[in-house]
C-alpha cells in the first residue's frame, strides 16, 4: 500500500507545483513554454533512444506463439490470423492485437469449486475497459489539435463532431470524456480491490492511472465548469507548435495544472512500462510468422558449439557395436 | 508414485489469497516434495560446464564462487544483447494481470510468485536496477531490488516451477512469453552450477551415448529388436528395423522413452506396424537415437550441442530427409531451434511422402516431418486400411501437448488421425485444449519424483478436465504426442481421477492397422482383449 500512497502524494505535489507557480506571471513562461518544450524532447529523444535499444538486439530464433492451426497439409484449414505463415498475416495478426487487443479478449477467470473442480469463466472487462481507455484517450488526443492548428482539419472537427453525437448538455459532453474517466476508474479500482493485482502493482503502476485520471478530471473542469479562454490557449498552442512561442496572459492556474501534467505523463513515458506502446510492434512471440520450417531463420550470432560427433562416437562405442552387429564407418 | 501422503480433497484445498506482506523482500521456502535435486557434479564436469558441486538446492550454503553477482550481471548483459526476447519482455510488462491465473502452477498451488508475472517480476526487478535508470533513482517503489543469496534462491525455486510450457504467452497482451524468461533464468543459474539433477544426468548421457537414458548403441539394437518380437507375437507379422544402415531414404527419429518407456512402448509397436505396412523404406540411428533435447530445459547451447546429432546422423547416412516422433520438447526444438541452430540442410531434400506423392512444403526447409502429419495425410488418401472398432474397448480424450500446440500449431494433424482410427473420440472443454492446453505439470525436465507434490499441482487443471470427461463421456483413455506425457500423466491421473490410462495415438494407429497377412487380432497392442473378443 505504501506504493499507493506514494504515488498519490507525488500526484498532488505534482498539481500543487503549477498551482502555487503559475500565479507569478514570470514561472508562467516557465509552464507553458520551457516545460512543454522539454516534455517533448525528452519524449522524442527517450522513445527513440529505447525503441533503438530494442531493435540493437538481434532476434536470434523464430519464436512464435501459435494460437491456432499451422499451415501444412493442403487439407488442413490454417488460421491465417492466429498462426500466420506469412508476412501478410502477421500484419493482419498484429493489427488485431493492437488494434482490438486480441490477446485480451481470450481472458479467462479461473475459479474453483469444491472437489476439487475447476471452472473457467469469461472475463471480458479487462479488454473491455483497456480498449475503452485507450480509444478515448486517443480521440480526445485528436481532439485537441484544434488548439495546436489553424484552420482545424476537417477530419479533427469530424472526429470532434461525432464524440459530440449525443448533443447532450451544455457545452455538449464528449462521450470520450465519460468514457476515460469511467474506464481508468475501473482499471484503478480493478487494481485496488483484486488482491491479486494488488499484490503484484508497483507505484510504477498506480502513478501513471492517477495521473491520466487528473489529465482527464482538470480537462473536464475547464470545459465544463471553470471555463478557460480558449482563444487563449488556442495562441499558445499554434505558438508552440510553429516554435514561434507567445505567452498570452489571463490563462487561469487549472490551464497550467493540467498542461503541467500532461507534460509530466509525456516526459514519463518513455521511462515507463507506457513503453508498451513500442514495444507490442517488436515482440518475438507474435510479429514473426510460423513458417519456422518452411523457411530458415538465420541468427546472427550463431555460434560453433562443442559436439559430439560420430566418429568420436563410434570409437568409444566400437567394441559394442561390432559385436552387436551394428554397421561400422572404420571396420 | 511412492509415498505420496496428502489426499486429493486436502492437496486440492487451495488458497488464491496472497499474503498481506508484499513479495519485494526476498523469501522463498525450499520446502521438500516441490523442488527437484541438485544437479552431480560428474555430469556438468562431462558437459565442461562450470562450477560442478555436490549440492542441494534446501543446503544452507550454496558454495557459490565469491565474485557470483558480477557473473550474474554480466551473464544478463549478454543475454540482454542477444536476445531482443529478453530486452522486450523485461521492459513491457504492465502487470495487468491477465496472465496471472493461466499458469497450472499458480492454479494448482496458489503461491502468487507462480503467477508468470511474478515469476518474471522475480528476475525483472533485478534488472531494473541495475539495468535502468528509473530502477536505479527510484528503487524498490518502482519494484526495483538488490540481488542477494535470497533473490537467487527465488529464482530456484521458481524457475524451476516454470515448465516452459507458454499458455501465459497466449494471454498477454503483449506476447510477453514467460517461459523466455524462465529460459534466461535458468542460464543465468546455470553459470554459477546452480542446476538440477533431473536434467544434466540426461544431458551428460545423452552426449555421450546419444539418447538421454544412457543407453548405448547394443542396448539400443536389443530394445529395438525385442520390439519387433513382441510385434510378431501381437500380429503374427515379422517387421525389420535397420539400424545406423545407410542407403535409405529416412532417418526415422523419435524420443528415447519410445524405446525404454511405458506406455510409449505401445507407440513404437504403432510406428513399426505402420512403417512395414506402407514399406517405408527408413532407418533408425543410435547415435541419433533421441529426438527429445533435455537441452532446451538448459541453456540455448546444450540444446544446440545434443541436436547437432541429428541433421549430422541424416548427413552420414545419406538419407533424403527426416522422420520424427511423438513429443513435445523435441519438436519445439525441432520446429523452432534446429534449422536455425544447426542448419541449413542442404544435403537433404524437401520431404516428400513415397506413399502418397504429397511434398511437405510446410518443411521445406528444416526437411523434419512429424508423423502425425505423415499419418493423417496417408489416411487421408486412403493408403491404410484401418479398422477403428478394434480400439473400442477406449473412449478416448486428446490432450494437446503445449509445444506441438503453442510453438508449432499442430492441432488438426492428430486429431484427424484419432477420429479416423477409433470410434469413441471426446474433445475436453474448449479452455483446456489447444493453444489453450494445460501442462501435464512435469514438463522442461520438472517431471522428478521427488517433485511429486509440484507435480501433482500442477497437473490438477489437466486432470481436471480428464476427470470432467469420465465423468460426463466415460472416458477411460488419455491420448497425447509427447513422451513426457505418457511417462507423467499416469501417477497423475492416478492420482486425481484413477482409472483413465495414457496412450500415443500411433499405440492407437497400431491397433487400428489392418495388416496383410496378420493373424487374427485378438488383442491391442498391450495384449488386452479387444472388445467382443474377451
Ligand atoms: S499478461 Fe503480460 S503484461 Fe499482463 S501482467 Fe502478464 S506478462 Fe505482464
Ligand atoms: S510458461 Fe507455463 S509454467 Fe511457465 S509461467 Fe507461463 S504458464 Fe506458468
Excluded at chain 1, 472487462?125 to 480498449?131: K, V
Excluded at chain 1, 475547464?222 to 471555463?227: I, N, V
Excluded at chain 2, 501442462?439 to 499441482?457: A, F, K, V, Y
Excluded at chain 2, 491397433?511 to 488383442?523: F, I, Q
Aim: proline content about 6%; charged content about 20%; glycine content about 8%.
Amino acid at each position: 500500500m505504501i506504493s499507493l500512497w506514494f504515488s498519490i502524494i507525488v500526484v498532488v505535489i505534482l498539481i500543487l507545483i503549477p498551482t502555487i507557480g503559475s500565479s507569478s506571471a514570470a514561472l508562467q513562461s516557465l509552464f507553458g513554454i520551457v516545460i512543454p518544450y522539454a516534455a517533448i524532447i525528452t519524449f522524442l529523444a527517450g522513445f527513440v533512444y529505447r525503441v533503438l535499444n530494442w531493435a540493437k538486439s538481434p532476434v536470434p530464433f523464430r519464436i512464435t506463439t501459435t494460437c491456432g492451426q499451422q499451415k501444412s497439409l493442403p487439407w488442413i484449414k490454417n488460421s491465417k490470423l492466429e498462426a500466420p505463415h506469412n508476412a501478410w498475416g502477421v500484419v493482419r495478426r498484429m493489427a488485431l492485437e493492437i488494434f482490438f487487443f486480441r490477446s485480451l479478449f481470450r481472458n479467462t477467470k479461473v475459479e474453483l469449486r469444491d472437489g476439487p473442480r475447476l471452472v473457467y469463466g469469461s472475463s471480458k472487462w479487462l479488454w473491455a475497459a483497456g480498449l475503452a481507455f485507450h480509444y478515448s484517450f486517443l480521440v480526445i488526443f485528436i481532439r485537441h489539435f484544434k488548439y495546436f492548428v489553424e484552420p482545424i482539419p476537417g477530419w479533427v472537427s469530424l472526429v470532434q463532431s461525432l464524440d459530440a453525437f449525443f448533443q447532450i448538455g451544455l457545452p455538449v459532453i464528449f462521450l470520450t470524456d465519460a468514457v476515460i474517466l469511467a474506464s481508468v476508474g475501473y482499471l484503478f479500482f480493478r487494481r485496488l480491490c483484486d488482491d491479486k493485482i494488488r499484490y503484484i502493482s508497483h507505484a510504477a503502476d498506480y502513478f501513471p492511472l492517477l495521473l491520466i485520471l487528473s489529465i482527464a478530471t482538470t480537462g473536464i473542469l475547464m470545459r465544463y465548469f471553470f471555463k478557460v479562454d480558449i482563444v487563449n490557449v488556442k495562441q499558445l498552442g499554434t505558438g508552440l507548435l510553429s516554435f514561434n512561442p507567445h505567452l498570452p496572459q489571463g490563462i487561469g492556474p487549472l490551464f497550467y495544472v493540467h498542461l503541467f501534467l500532461v507534460c509530466t505523463l509525456i516526459a514519463y513515458f518513455p521511462f515507463s512500462k507506457l513503453m508498451h506502446l513500442g514495444g507490442v510492434f517488436l515482440s518475438p512471440t507474435r510479429n514473426l510468422a510460423n513458417n519456422n520450417r518452411m523457411k530458415r531463420h538465420q541468427n546472427v550470432w550463431n555460434f560453433p558449439v562443442k559436439m559430439h560427433t560420430y566418429d568420436e562416437y563410434e570409437e568409444e562405442f566400437h567394441k559394442v557395436m561390432k559385436a552387436a552387429d551394428i554397421p561400422l564407418d572404420k571396420e | 508414485m511412492a509415498e505420496f501422503k496428502l489426499k486429493p480433497e486436502e492437496l486440492g484445498r487451495i488458497n488464491y489469497q496472497p499474503p498481506r506482506k508484499g513479495w519485494m523482500d526476498p523469501h522463498v521456502d525450499i520446502r521438500k516434495g516441490t523442488y527437484c535435486y541438485g544437479a552431480v557434479p560428474e555430469t556438468l564436469r562431462y558437459l565442461d560446464l562450470p562450477f560442478p558441486k555436490k549440492w542441494q538446492p534446501n543446503d544452507a550454503d550454496w558454495q557459490l564462487p565469491p565474485n557470483w553477482k558480477e557473473i550474474i550481471f554480466e551473464g544478463m548483459r549478454q543475454r540482454l544483447n542477444k536476445f531482443r526476447s529478453f530486452k522486450i519482455f523485461m521492459d513491457v510488462c504492465v502487470r495487468c494481470g491477465a496472465c496471472a491465473d493461466k499458469c497450472h502452477y499458480f492454479i494448482g498451488s496458489g503461491d502468487p510468485k507462480n503467477m508468470p508475472v511474478l515469476r518474471a517480476e522475480l528476475l525483472r526487478s533485478v534488472y531494473r536496477r541495475d539495468f535502468t535508470l528509473a530502477g536505479k533513482l527510484m528503487g524498490k517503489m518502482i519494484g526495483a531490488r538488490e540481488l542477494n543469496e535470497e533473490v537467487l534462491r527465488e529464482w530456484f525455486y521458481y524457475f524451476y516451477q516454470c515448465t516452459e510450457c507458454r499458455r501465459c504467452s497466449v494471454f498477454c497482451p503483449y506476447g510477453i512469453d514467460t517461459a523466455e524468461i524462465t529460459m534466461m533464468g535458468r542460464e543465468l543459474l546455470n553459470l554459477l552450477g546452480l542446476s538440477i539433477e533431473w536434467i544434466c544426468t540426461p544431458l551428460s548421457n545423452c552426449f555421450r551415448t546419444g539418447n538421454h537414458l544412457g543407453i548405448q548403441p547394443h542396448g539400443f539394437k536389443d530394445s529395438i529388436e525385442f520390439a519387433v518380437d513382441e510385434l510378431a507375437e501381437l500380429t503374427g507379422i515379422q517387421v525389420n528395423v535397420p539400424i545406423n544402415e545407410k542407403g535409405h531414404d529416412i532417418l526415422f527419429v523419435t524420443p528415447s522413452a519410445d524405446y525404454f518407456g511405458s506406455p510409449h512402448y505401445f507407440t513404437l509397436l504403432g510406428y513399426f506396424s505402420l512403417f512395414h505396412e506402407i514399406g517405408l523404406n527408413y532407418t533408425m540411428s543410435s547415435y541419433a537415437s533421441d529426438g527429445g533435447n533435455f537441452g532446451l530445459f538448459h541453456s540455448h547451447e546444450m540444446m544446440k550441442r545434443l541436436n547437432s546429432k541429428i541433421y549430422l546422423e541424416a548427413e552420414r547416412l545419406g538419407v533424403k530427409w527426416i522422420l520424427g516422433g511423438e513429443c513435445g520438447h523435441m519438436w519445439r526444438v525441432l520446429h523452432q531451434y534446429m534449422d536455425t541452430m544447426n542448419g541449413p540442410a542442404d544435403f537433404l531434400q524437401v520431404p516428400k511422402s513415397p506413399m502418397t506423392g504429397t511434398v511437405f512444403e510446410n518443411a521445406a526447409s528444416t526437411k523434419m516431418v512429424h508423423i502425425t502429419e505423415f499419418t493423417a495425410d496417408l489416411i487421408k488418401h486412403n493408403k491404410l486400411k484401418l479398422d477403428p472398432s478394434r480400439n473400442n474397448h477406449w473412449r478416448a480424450t486428446f490432450h494437446d501437448s503445449c509445444n506441438p500446440a503453442r510453438a508449432m500449431g499442430l492441432i488438426e494433424e492428430p486429431r484427424y488421425v484419432i477420429r479416423n482410427v477409433m470410434n469413441h473420440f471426446y474433445e475436453m472443454p474448449e479452455n483446456t485444449i489447444k493453444e489453450q492446453t494445460f501442462c501435464c505439470g512435469s514438463g522442461s525436465g520438472l517431471g522428478t519424483d521427488e517433485n511429486m507434490e509440484m507435480r501433482l499441482r500442477g497437473g490438477l487443471p489437466r486432470a481436471n478436465a480428464v476427470k470432467h470427461m469420465k465423468e460426463t463421456k466415460d472416458v477411460n483413455l488419455l491420448l497425447c504426442i509427447c513422451a513426457i506425457d505418457k511417462a507423467t500423466l499416469p501417477p497423475l491421473l492416478e492420482y486425481w481421477v484413477p482409472g483413465v490410462e495414457v496412450a500415443g495415438v500411433h499405440e492407437l494407429v497400431g491397433n487400428a492397422l489392418v495388416m496383410k497377412g496378420e493373424k487374427v487380432r485378438d488383442t491391442d497392442l498391450r495384449g488386452q482383449p479387444l472388445q467382443g473378443k474377451e
